[in-house]
């Protein structure tokens, strides 16, 4: 993964702990923050030349509480991290990077939720297909029931 100028993440912790201190450590990487995840999800929604309306509901989320995400007024579960990843195309590397730019923990494939939803992902499913193999795998669905 890269920052904001195109700095590994691999050389950020390097960076980290040649710091003389954390204060010179910040000044000099100031630019390398993660992006809000509001601004995230409408830079990927614009190189993907998807209107918000049409993520929100591929997405599966009530249309106001979709555009309260967009407008960073809500943030959003694990959960809506992962059904945004579908609505928006996203593969598995991409969804994990929506995960860690939302403060969400990633995907694990030695659980079994997470591995149906990154298969998913990775074949280019959609929501329904991976709901679908969630209930045929007896696993929560997402968005449903709290489980996190």
Same mark, same amino acid.
């Given at each position: 993964m890269?920052?904001?100028?195109? !700095? *590994?993440?691999?050389?950020?912790?390097?960076?980290?702990?040649?710091a003389? *201190? !954390?204060?010179?450590? /910040?000044?000099? &990487? *100031?630019?390398?923050?993660?992006?809000?995840?509001?601004?995230? !999800?409408? %830079?990927? *929604?614009?190189?993907?030349?998807?209107?918000?309306?049409?993520?929100?509901?591929?997405?599966g989320?009530?249309? +106001?509480?979709?555009?309260?995400?967009? &407008?960073?007024?809500?943030?959003? +579960?694990?959960d809506?991290?992962? %059904? /945004?990843?579908?609505?928006?195309?996203?593969?598995?590397?991409? =969804? %994990?990077?929506?995960?860690k730019?939302?403060?969400? +923990?990633?995907?694990?494939?030695?659980?079994?939720?997470?591995?149906?939803?990154?298969?998913?992902?990775? &074949?280019?499913?959609?929501?329904?297909? =991976? %709901?679908?193999?969630?209930?045929? &795998? =007896?696993?929560?669905?997402?968005?449903?029931a709290?489980?996190?």
């Amino acid at each position: 993964m890269t920052g904001d100028k195109g !700095i *590994s993440t691999g050389e950020l912790w390097a960076r980290l702990f040649k710091a003389p *201190s !954390i204060g010179a450590y /910040l000044d000099e &990487n *100031s630019g390398t923050t993660l992006p809000t995840f509001a601004d995230y !999800i409408a %830079q990927l *929604s614009d190189e993907r030349s998807l209107k918000h309306e049409a993520v929100i509901a591929r997405a599966g989320l009530e249309r +106001s509480f979709g555009h309260r995400l967009f &407008n960073g007024m809500r943030k959003p +579960s694990r959960d809506t991290v992962l %059904q /945004l990843a579908f609505g928006l195309g996203l593969d598995c590397d991409g =969804a %994990q990077q929506l995960l860690k730019v939302a403060g969400a +923990s990633a995907l694990h494939p030695k659980v079994k939720r997470d591995a149906v939803i990154a298969y998913c992902l990775h &074949n280019g499913c959609s929501l329904m297909d =991976a %709901q679908e193999l969630l209930y045929e &795998n =007896a696993l929560p669905l997402l968005g449903g029931a709290k489980h996190e």
